[in-house]
């Protein structure tokens, strides 16, 4: 887009104008899904569509307009680049976050026999692929038949601890149970689910 044309688009968007914010958002799409693609290593890409990151700036960028001091071409490009910048960082942050909650959960159990990390990769849904969620979704549902084979006392218990997320004091006063007689559940549940579960984090 020539310098003056984008000036003017940008003089009138600024005044509300809403057929201005549109070519304007438009004319600057393409720049800014290349700049985007450019920041984004190989590995975040895999995960983070660039568009996805680029319609969140866009969208940014039209709610801020109006407040925008800047007046030239050039300051318009600086200024939304700052904003995509932005979001791409906080992409590429929630990324690595991502893969060292992954690295936790995919451990086995621990000296205590807990698998917390490990219930929460498998049974909670996350942010990932359609091809990643499916798969996600037939380890929960082994892991849910696997829990069902469970004692009533051990299968209430790991449900109120691993999947709903519940202290085991409250789990105790709910199950009419000693913190030491839930604690004991737990262990011997999940030692009986020991096999099952290595076997559907060794296929994930």
């Excluded at 789990?171 to 579960?197: C, E, F, P």
């Amino acid at each position: 887009m020539e310098t003056k044309t984008c000036e003017r688009l940008l003089a009138a968007a600024k005044t509300g104008d809403s057929n201005a914010v549109d070519q304007l958002l438009t004319a600057i799409s393409d720049s800014l899904h290349s700049a985007a693609t450019h920041r984004m290593g190989s590995s975040i890409q895999s995960r983070v569509d660039a568009s996805d990151v680029v319609q969140q700036s866009l969208f940014e960028v039209s709610q801020s307009l109006s407040d925008f001091r800047g007046r030239t071409a050039a300051e318009l490009h600086s200024w939304t680049r700052r904003i995509l910048h932005h979001n791409v960082s906080n992409e590429v942050d929630r990324h690595f976050h991502a893969q060292k909650r992954t690295v936790a959960r995919s451990q086995s159990f621990d000296e205590e026999g807990t698998a917390t990390g490990l219930f929460e990769y498998v049974l909670r849904q996350r942010q990932s692929s359609p091809g990643q969620q499916a798969q996600d979704n037939e380890s929960r549902q082994s892991l849910e038949m696997a829990i069902t084979d469970l004692p009533d006392a051990q299968q209430t218990a790991i449900r109120m601890r691993y999947i709903e997320d519940m202290p085991i004091a409250k789990i105790g006063l709910a199950m009419s149970r000693t913190n030491t007689a839930v604690a004991g559940l737990l262990k011997r549940g999940l030692k009986q689910l020991r096999t099952r579960v290595v076997s559907i984090t060794e296929s994930i």
